[in-house]
């Protein structure tokens, strides 16, 4: 599920980028690139986060067993990805940041479902509607039979859907570039923050669990982006827009005509018709 994610997530990119002036080839060259950095940084917090389940070395790699935290891969990914952003222009940089944050949450949404399949992110138990019931089966982390607990990959892939319908249509609706990357950031460090507190399993430092530290961190950055990069964004929009009409607005001067009658004091027709 985390491939699958991973092909349509960069596709979405692809295609977005295409309307910003940006091939499709190097968007995905770009993806590749930033996905692998996301993988490896998506295990290593997830590592770090789940010391009680690394009994060998080879349980630090097994990521085909699950075990990735995406908050971690957001920041790898964005390190990686720098160099290439660096060479676009500002607006450029904005849209396609949008475009990578719309594709992201398409990509979690997907490896969500992974998750769900391999019984991990358990919280307690509880009464709650939503909670999951467990009858059996192998999964990663423990759970009694016949007990109800919380299960926080289902409670991504249940509100994460409505924040990739919101950022499709503000970015269908050409909203300043960047936009969409600050609601993502607000939206999903603020899911993560608060469904992290029902997770059983993963290890915390001063109270908080690696992937809260790295929310916090987003939610700083999506701030700063909402309040002080998008008004500069906005900005260029206006600059560009009017850099636009002026070059249609603009039109070849007109070859200066020869007088329809000779100047009067040339004894022209019109002189001549006075005198007359």
């Not at 092909?7 to 995905?28: H, L, M, N, P």
């Not at 059983?200 to 669990?209: I, K, R, V």
């Amino acid at each position: 599920m985390f491939a699958i994610g991973v092909v349509i997530g960069v596709t979405i990119v692809a295609k977005w980028g295409e309307r910003y002036g940006v091939v499709s080839d190097e968007t995905v060259g770009l993806g590749v690139r930033m996905v692998v950095a996301g993988v490896i940084g998506s295990r290593l917090t997830w590592v770090l986060t789940h010391l009680s389940s690394i009994d060998s070395p080879l349980d630090v790699i097994a990521i085909w067993e699950g075990g990735l935290q995406y908050s971690g891969g957001f920041v790898a990914a964005l390190i990686v990805g720098w160099p290439t952003f660096r060479h676009w222009d500002t607006l450029k940089k904005g849209r396609m940041l949008d475009a990578a944050c719309l594709g992201l949450t398409v990509g979690i949404i997907l490896g969500r479902v992974g998750c769900y399949s391999v019984g991990e992110h358990f919280g307690g138990t509880t009464t709650f509607f939503l909670g999951t019931r467990y009858e059996g089966g192998a999964t990663r982390e423990p759970a009694l039979l016949g007990e109800t607990i919380h299960n926080t990959a289902l409670y991504e892939d249940l509100h994460l859907p409505l924040l990739a319908l919101l950022l499709w249509f503000l970015m269908r609706r050409r909203i300043t570039p960047s936009t969409a990357a600050g609601i993502f950031g607000i939206w999903y460090s603020l899911g993560r923050f608060g469904t992290d507190f029902l997770r059983a399993y993963d290890e915390t430092f001063a109270g908080l669990t690696g992937a809260q530290w790295t929310c916090l961190g987003i939610f700083a950055l999506a701030s700063y982006i909402l309040i002080r990069v998008r008004p500069r964004m906005a900005r260029r929009v206006e600059a560009e827009a009017g850099a636009v009409s002026d070059d249609e607005g603009a039109v070849e001067p007109e070859e200066e005509l020869e007088p329809a009658y000779p100047d009067h004091r040339d004894g022209g027709p019109a002189t001549q018709e006075r005198e007359g």
